[in-house]
């Protein structure tokens, strides 16, 4: 009997860390075999159709669903369940248990809060403050880093703000 | 005392409608619009030094509620890149300054004047340097638009008739009084949260700020979609979730601002090898 219980929890844990990488689309979107617009068209990912998440590539999520794998505009899809995720946080909440229980390296969240009573019983902390700016990094300390790891400055303008009129009509 | 007041009103109420106005209360009423005026012309010119006071006071009070990570390698490393993202957006010359909270919550705080903060929890969920640079230009845009001090101004600010901004601005912090309404209208920002459509803006602005400082602009919506698989009722997310707009929101509003506009830059760089070996990943 504890054994059935064990392997019914290691059944809703597995079950979750896969569900962790589902989600569904948003609206109809093509399915490419490369992770580029003219990339050969794999097929048609219906709206709202469940995928599962498996690798990402820029805008580019690699996805796998009952209409076949292959690469969707990443804006296309939303992760969690498609009714809102609202009847499996029990579950969840159990997954994030056993994992920070069994792992050292696994992160609990809510476990030293910086939560609203925190924040409203915070005194300010000036030594710590201080502690911060001696932190502080100059403009050529930013561009000697930015060399290094090959950063590329872009031009680019601010995106407009879309119409307050609704979703993308796309 | 409320009945007398009630009472005071009624006669006031009856004063204005019946009587015809009279130049002693046209000049009175001249004179609470002036004074308005002045207070709301007081609170939208703070100085830039002044800004850098209130976020340096802001900041010392998220501080008070979670110190920093003990790691200097981690904490300069978050202070160059954010210096350099921060190099891509309006206000390049500013005196910024980056940290990791050590706090298991998932959330990131900027400050006016150039304070950004962002938890060890939300560092941990993030997969790439491009990611954190994401996130970091999404509080530089707060700090280049000035949302906090729009919010301590048009929420907080005004409680009971009171101008903490424009009292801030006339009289300095060194009056006890004034000291105290400015963190209680800080606090009060943190709780509450920004206008959602600033946090949209942020968004918006955030992953062009990256986009230009060479990364890939997906790197914000790739964080969101990895909340929004989180457990809603995660209670290390509930600060963030009554913050912000839902993820899938902010998402649907990227994806509409986006579109294909910034698909070319999308190959931009994931991150430097620092990142991996700082957050400790390998």
Same mark, same amino acid.
């Given at each position: ?18 569900? /962790? ?7 109809? &979107?093509?399915?490419? %075999?490369?992770?580029?617009?003219? #990339? ?87 030594? =710590? ?13 930013? =561009? ?27 | ?20 106005? !009279?130049? %002693? ?15 709301? /012309?007081? !609170? ?46 309006? $206000? ?34 993030? $997969? ?30 005004? /409680? ?35 206008? %959602? ?28 979609? &990895? ?10 997310? #509930?600060?963030?979730?009554? &913050? ?11 994806? #509409? ?18 990142? =991996? ?6």
């Amino acid at each position: 009997m504890k054994l059935r219980l064990f392997l019914l929890l290691f059944a809703f844990a597995a079950g979750i860390a896969l569900a /962790q990488d589902a989600g569904y689309a948003v609206r109809q &979107t093509e399915l490419k %075999q490369e992770p580029y617009s003219d #990339a050969a068209t794999a097929g048609t990912l219906p709206e709202r159709a469940q995928v599962k998440i498996v690798a990402r590539q820029g805008g580019w999520l690699k996805i796998e669903s009952a209409s076949g794998a292959g690469w969707v505009r990443m804006l296309a899809i939303r992760t969690g369940a498609t009714d809102g995720a609202g009847g499996d946080s029990g579950l969840k909440q159990l997954f994030n248990v056993a994992r920070s229980g069994s792992s050292g390296t696994a992160v609990a969240t809510g476990v030293r809060g910086l939560d609203k009573e925190r924040i409203r019983n915070a005194q300010p902390n000036t030594a =710590e403050l201080a502690r911060m700016e001696q932190f502080a990094a100059s403009q050529a300390d930013a =561009e000697r880093f930015a060399s290094g790891a090959g950063l590329a400055v872009q031009t680019i303008d601010y995106l407009p703000a879309p119409d307050s009129a609704g979703p993308a009509a796309r | 005392m409320t009945s007398r007041a009630a009472i005071a009103g009624s006669i006031l109420a009856f004063a204005l409608a019946s009587a015809p106005v !009279s130049a %002693q209360f046209r000049f009175d009423l001249n004179r609470i619009i002036d004074t308005a005026k002045t207070l709301t /012309q007081a !609170s939208a010119e703070v100085s830039e030094s002044q800004e850098v006071d209130i976020g340096r006071q802001y900041a010392a009070v998220l501080l008070g509620a979670a110190p920093l990570v003990r790691d200097p390698e981690l904490q300069r490393y978050v202070n160059t890149l954010g210096r350099w993202v921060a190099l891509h957006a309006e $206000r390049p010359a500013l005196a910024w300054h980056f940290g990791v909270l050590d706090s298991d919550n998932v959330n990131a705080f900027a400050t006016p004047g150039g304070f950004v903060l962002i938890t060890k929890g939300l560092l941990a969920r993030t $997969r790439s340097e491009a990611e954190l640079a994401n996130v970091l230009a999404h509080e530089i845009a707060h700090v280049v638009k000035k949302h906090h001090l729009n919010a301590i101004r048009k929420g907080a600010g005004m /409680q009971a008739g009171v101008n903490i901004l424009g009292d801030y601005v006339a009289q300095g912090s060194r009056n006890p009084e004034i000291a105290r309404r400015l963190v209680s209208g800080m606090k009060e920002v943190m709780l509450r949260g920004l206008d %959602q459509d600033d946090e949209l803006e942020a968004d918006r602005m955030g992953v062009v700020i990256a986009a230009r400082s060479g990364y890939d602009p997906y790197g914000l919506p790739a964080v969101l979609q &990895t909340l929004s698989a989180m457990n809603p009722q995660d209670s290390g997310l #509930a600060l963030l979730f009554a &913050t912000h707009p839902a993820p899938g929101a902010r998402l649907d509003a990227l994806d #509409a601002a986006m579109d294909a506009r910034l698909e070319r830059h999308a190959g931009s760089a994931r991150g430097s090898a620092e990142f =991996e070996r700082v957050t400790r990943r390998k």
